[in-house]
């Protein structure tokens, strides 16, 4: 410290403080604040200055600001024109690219974190969709709001979603203890989300297909789509069941946890 | 009996000192009414509970997870052939996909006309089966979404239609005859493999002789039987296997044509050849004994390329026509081979005679006497990426720019360099001559191109966006200027419809 220049010392006495460093620092734009604003507005000045163009110049200055005007009339705090955004923003970020249930029965299908694996073996799968031939409709199991069956392979998507959909459970089964007594549990259905119903649905199409015989993963898990949207798979007996528990254990469903 | 021992000695026995007696192995018997060890020498009851930190001897301590049971798929492994079949196999149909009304057909007359530039042109359904036969489709093209197959006409296209027309001797400028040689290269998804079928397609819609290398790697990994040709200087070998698969491709695509020439030279090699038979017959010997295979090819190669009948054998002799090599993959030639001579050194692939035989077209002259085309083309997805090929191809670029050989700016390989100097001396040409070889690299298609091929997929149901401009010239971008390998994966690519979407 007492090798600082003299003007700094006078600075940090008038400062006080008791600390042997200093932590002051100069600041440059004190400087700059100290001055008069004169580059703010620059046109008027430059009009000043040049006295020959000066009413061209005011002609001009008068325009821009009458524009300027005009946009904060329309969008106040917007000084230009919001950007237009385009209707499907689904192309452009990369986490959003693919459709919602594409993205979640993909990211099911994952094994060891090989998230390319799994959209390859979902191309593969939508490919199986969009080239077999249009399922059978069973009439006792119809997939929700679908349209006529020799639509669905053009739409492949649209396809798995009705699937997953279809025999998605709209509640799982809790298994609620201390209600009865005894150490006995109550089955008590607790709803579910979009999400989570969709979850179950390709979980159960999942384990399914694991007992297909097709050599290719692939393959497995598009014939047992295929099997549900034709009602022959064993999904739809699991979701009869799930929804008859559901269904005889409602009356437990205002009964409280005894203390 | 009475025991020998009196029981007053047994009652004064005095109980041994501790240390002297180890404590006993064998298992107290409890029931044993007599007992002479004292109640301190038997072992520690054993705790009660089942502990997991009791010691486990003659059993691993390591822990033991069960495993997830696998399915039982069949029980027996996929037999043989059987998973490179599916891996395979080529799909060209989709009966789900919707039909295009008043799709036209490749033929003599659309293939040459600019008005159609930029529409997608069917393939003609009898010559499926011949592309077929000459590998033109490989797998993982998409040809198995559309309801048939079809290729874009771009300008590359037509400029070969007319190139097609001029060497059959049709139209303005006939050039009968002529043979032109190409190298086709450009980035990887620029249609290299597809401008090849084009060219088949076209080969066969103008009754020329096709012959094609659908695979130039499978000649040089090893994976065909070779064998030496005794007395060849430098020794050169054979692979009689791969031979005869060429001729049977050749034979399948080129039946017609085949069939309806006569032999009209002399094969002395060939004891078995009538003098009457059709090319078809003499292609055929080697189809059974790959041991003549070779020998069979030779001949076929001077009947197709003969100009005049020899003597003797005028009596039917038609003029042979234009002829069309086609060869994918090219810079698997320019390495050396996995094959090894008998030292064990390995092969260049220069000297096998196969590759050989095709590579030697390329150079000057007329190496197809009846005229014709050569289409080479590099493959960059399976690319063994040879330094020497690279600088020859931009020696070859260089000189089609007007730079000369002796100028700075012509391309030299690095100082130090091992690039290959066969494969360096094979595209060069002799002092003052004009380079034999042609250089053509696709790029993309055009705005407009980009828009009839993004409209082939709309219109057959596969993709749901509006086709405007404006959507076309952001996918034209995102392609990296309309690059048509990556064109076609957003037709492909699915995008859900605003009822499923949520």
């Known amino acids: ?259 | 009996m009475a025991s020998s021992w009196c029981w007053n000695c047994l009652s004064r026995l005095r109980p041994t000192p501790r240390a002297l007696l180890p404590p006993s192995a064998t298992p107290r018997i409890s029931s044993a009414p007599f007992h002479s060890t004292a109640v301190h020498y038997a072992q520690p009851a054993k705790k009660k509970g089942n502990s997991l930190t009791v010691m486990k001897h003659r059993q691993s301590t390591s822990l033991r997870r069960k495993k997830k049971k696998v399915a039982d798929r069949g029980g027996r492994p996929p037999a043989v052939g059987e998973r490179k079949a599916l891996r395979k196999r080529i799909v060209l149909s989709n009966p789900n996909a919707l039909e295009i009304e008043g799709m036209l057909d490749l033929s003599p007359e659309t293939m040459v006309d600019s008005r159609l530039r930029g529409t997608v042109l069917g393939l003609p359904v009898p010559m499926i089966d011949q592309l077929r036969a000459v590998q033109a489709f490989k797998p993982k093209q998409g040809w198995s979404i559309f309801r048939r197959p079809g290729t874009v006409l771009r300008r590359d296209t037509i400029e070969m239609g007319r190139l097609f027309q001029q060497l059959s001797g049709e139209g303005d400028d006939a050039q009968k005859g002529k043979v032109v040689k190409r190298i086709v290269t450009g980035m990887k998804g620029s249609g290299k493999t597809v401008h090849l079928l084009q060219a088949m397609a076209m080969g066969f819609l103008k009754k020329w002789a096709v012959i094609t290398i659908p695979d130039a790697r499978e000649l040089v990994s090893g994976e065909t039987a070779y064998a030496a040709i005794e007395g060849s200087n430098p020794l050169q070998y054979v692979q009689p296997t791969a031979t005869s698969a060429l001729l049977t491709r050749t034979v399948d695509a080129n039946r017609e044509l085949l069939a309806s020439l006569k032999v009209s030279q002399k094969h002395p090699a060939l004891k078995m050849l009538k003098p009457s038979s059709t090319l078809e017959d003499l292609a055929k010997l080697g189809f059974s004994d790959p041991a003549v295979s070779w020998r069979v090819f030779q001949a076929l190669w001077t009947e197709l390329t003969a100009t005049a009948p020899a003597a003797g054998l005028e009596k039917d002799f038609q003029p042979r026509p234009p002829m069309l090599v086609a060869v994918d993959g090219l810079a698997h030639w320019m390495t050396e081979s996995a094959y090894r001579s008998a030292e064990f050194k390995p092969i260049h692939a220069h000297d096998l005679a196969f590759v050989h035989h095709f590579l030697s077209l390329l150079k000057e002259g007329d190496s197809l006497k009846n005229g014709g085309l050569l289409l080479y083309a590099t493959s960059s997805s399976n690319n063994p990426n040879p330094k020497a090929l690279s600088i020859a191809l931009d020696r070859l670029a260089a000189r089609q720019a007007g730079i000369s050989a002796s100028s700075p700016e012509y391309p030299r390989p690095p100082a130090y360099s091992d690039a290959d100097p066969r494969v360096l001396d094979l595209l060069q040409p002799a002092e003052k001559a004009v380079s034999p070889v042609e250089l053509q690299t696709l790029g993309g298609l055009t705005r407009d191109e980009a828009r009839g091929f993004m409209e082939y997929f709309a219109r057959s149901g596969l993709l749901r966006e509006i086709i405007n401009d404006q959507w076309v010239s952001e996918k034209w971008s995102l392609s990296g200027g309309g690059i048509i390998g990556e064109l076609e994966k957003f037709g492909r690519r699915v995008r859900a419809t605003a009822s499923a979407s949520k």
């Open chain 1, 1 to 259: 410290m007492k090798h600082m220049p003299k003007v700094m010392r006078d600075a940090l006495k008038k400062s006080g403080g008791s600390r042997s460093f200093s932590t002051s620092a100069r600041s440059s734009m004190n400087d700059l604040q100290g001055e008069p604003n004169k580059e703010a507005n620059p046109i008027p000045n430059m009009a000043g200055l040049e006295g020959a163009s000066d009413e061209a110049a005011a002609a001009l200055a008068s325009m821009i600001e009458q524009v300027q005007g005009q946009a904060l009339e329309e969008n106040p705090g917007l000084k230009f024109d919001p950007p237009a955004v385009p209707e499907n923003l689904k192309t452009l970020n990369f986490r959003n690219r693919y459709d919602t249930l594409q993205d979640q029965f993909t990211k099911m299908m994952m094994e060891d974190g090989k998230l390319t694996k799994a959209q390859k073996n979902m191309s593969l799968v939508l490919d199986h969709l969009r080239t077999a031939s249009p399922p059978q409709i069973n009439p006792r199991r119809r997939l929700l709001g679908a349209p006529p069956a020799s639509q669905l392979p053009l739409d492949p998507v649209l396809y798995l979603t009705l699937v997953v959909d279809s025999v998605a459970p709209l509640f799982r089964i809790r298994q609620q203890k201390g209600i009865a007594g005894g150490g006995t549990a109550v089955q008590i259905p607790h709803p579910l989300t979009l999400r989570q119903r969709r979850r179950t649905a390709i979980k159960w199409i999942l384990d399914a297909s694991d007992k297909r015989r097709d050599a290719l993963f692939a393959n497995r898990v598009a014939a047992e789509v295929v099997a549900v949207a034709e009602g022959r798979s064993g999904v739809w007996e699991k979701r009869d069941q799930q929804h008859k528990i559901g269904i005889s254990g409602r009356a437990n469903l205002n009964t409280n946890v005894r203390r």
